[in-house]
């Protein structure tokens, strides 16, 4: 034994080969808190499946300030046709794993159809609480991982539940929002094609005790009118290179394929690249930098940020067909 890793055959993709491998970059378990019982010595861990394609970038050279993985994150593009996103989506699953630490095995096995699910409490009344990304609160039996409680938050409920007392009474909190790596990347949100995003008031902070009368209310998700702010422009060359150039930049905010999970602005149905001049006011110019949206003028050219430009236009007016296609008659 040395302690090194032992590599898969296809660890290693560095001849221009696509590989598919599990777990991909946001790993089979992320920030979600994991919690311990010291009443049934086991381990509650917030899992998930996560695949993603993996190819080498050609021609890398390495960007101050850019992550220079070498990695071509346009190669685990998901498909933009709505059907086949939605059946790679499906490959995209959580668990709620009760791991016996001396067992070296599951005790019991919590699954959900998607992954990024909440962090988890594990209470000395033999309960494990964890919220999921469908918006319910669940409380399981520690032991044995039956069901006994749950409700609708309304909100993906992301977050590690705390457990308080104030004058006698139990009191179990969670927030419940939507945000962080799946999201924004992977434009969870947005696999049933909808244009659609979050409430700009949808984080909230929810408590519960037992006997509690409260109404919790929800704030409803919008919807931007999918319409093309401009024509389809360009060669396929130059919409190429502006593909490559937004999985590379702008992908991890704006989502695969420009679908927007909700968290930000959906470029597709944005007036920012309606013109050249006004997307180059926002990515050049940095007109919306104290929004968070920073000025990429040390990254990109000005023909790369048309390209970029032509790419999302292009991607609009493709989904714009397909929802009119999709729509029901009137």
Known sequence: ATGRPVEAKNARYEEAQTELQIPGPLGSHNWHPMAFSPNT??????????????????????????????????????????????????????????????????????????????????????????????????????????????TDTGYPAQSGPVSYEIDGEQYIAVTAGWGSALPLAGGVGSRDGAPRLASPAMGKVVVFKIGGKGVLETDESFAPDPTPVADDFGSLAQIEHGREIFFNNCMVCHGDSVQSGGIVTDLRWAPAPATKETFAEVVIGGKYATAGMASFAKVLTPDDVESVRAYIINRANEDAKALAAAAPPP
């Open 41 to 150: 010595g086991l381990v509650y861990i917030p899992a998930h499946t996560l695949p993603t394609v993996y190819a080498a970038m050609d021609n890398f050279r390495y960007r101050p300030g850019a992550w220079n993985t070498g990695t071509d994150f346009a190669a685990a593009a998901l498909p933009t046709e709505t059907a086949a996103r939605i059946a790679a989506g499906a490959a995209s699953k959580g668990q709620l794993v009760a791991w016996d630490p001396v067992a070296k095995k599951a005790r019991w096995v919590h699954d959900y159809p998607n992954a990024w699910n909440g962090g988890v409490l594990a209470t000395a009344g033999g309960l494990v609480f964890q919220g999921s990304l469908d918006g319910k609160f669940r409380a399981f039996d520690a032991a044995t991982g039956a069901a006994k409680w749950e």
